[in-house]
């Protein structure tokens, strides 16, 4: 069975500019999770997606923002790119009440 | 107070020696109890899932104490692959089953 996968592996993008970021959930799970995870620290929780809409959301500005697919796939949109934007960010799939898995990441570089 | 609270280490322990972890948690009606593992600048990934009546896994034991809101993994027998981050995760019908994540305790095994 195929895991999480994640689009691109690796972006690097300017001050200002526009980042997507794709993420394909392992097949049969519905629920979408985004966490951003700058270097040397933990996991912070950016956005949860399930079936189709947006659950919750973590303490991030607007310019952070995504969608849900019908095909449960997700995006996750950062407009206006600031340097302190630069992290990993981790996408995770879940069914039900049950453990997330997550892929293996976008590497996001603003210079 | 945060609502998952871990020692941030980091632990240095000798090769072959047995190490312990401890995490509390804030919410009593939290439900689901998890350790994570995430290797440096990787995705993290599911280590355990952690029962009531406390589980284990090899070298691996978790132990669950819901009335003082704690829990802890226990690791005998250190490898040198077991250095990494340990990522304590519970969850909640408060929160709609989302995890709430440590930010992990860091654990380096020495030769």
């Known amino acids: 069975e195929a895991g999480v996968t994640q689009s691109p592996t690796h972006l690097i993008k300017t001050r200002g500019q526009q980042a997507t970021l794709r993420c394909s959930p392992i097949?049969?799970?519905?629920?979408v999770y985004w966490y951003q995870q700058a270097l040397g620290l933990g996991l912070q929780f950016l956005l949860w997606?399930?079936?189709?809409?947006?659950?919750n959301r973590g303490n991030f500005p607007p310019r952070f923002s995504g969608r849900q697919f019908p095909n449960y796939s997700s995006e996750l949109n950062v407009n206006a790119l600031e340097l302190e934007d630069s992290a990993l960010y981790l996408c995770?799939?879940?069914?039900?009440?049950?453990?997330?898995?997550f892929g293996p990441g976008t590497r996001l570089t603003v210079l | 107070r945060k609502e998952v609270e871990q020692d941030p280490g980091p632990f240095n322990v000798p090769e072959g020696a047995t190490v312990a972890f401890n995490c509390t948690y804030s919410?009593?009606?939290?439900?689901?109890f998890f350790w994570y593992r995430q290797d440096c600048r990787k995705e993290p990934k599911l280590l355990m899932s952690?029962?009531?009546?406390?589980n284990e896994d090899g070298r691996f034991t978790a132990q669950l104490n819901r009335a003082s809101q704690y829990m802890s993994l226990l690791i005998r027998d250190s490898k040198l692959s077991d250095s990494a981050t340990y990522l304590c995760?519970?969850?909640?019908?408060?929160?709609?089953?989302?995890?709430?994540w440590g930010a992990g305790t860091k654990l380096i095994i020495k030769p």
């Open positions: 097949s049969g799970h519905t629920s």
């Open positions: 995760v519970v969850n909640t019908l408060d929160s709609n089953y989302q995890l709430i």
């Open positions: 995770a799939s879940r069914q039900d009440r049950h453990e997330q898995f």
């Open positions: 952690v029962y009531s009546s406390g």
């Open positions: 919410n009593s009606a939290s439900q689901s």
């Open positions: 997606y399930d079936e189709g809409e947006e659950r």
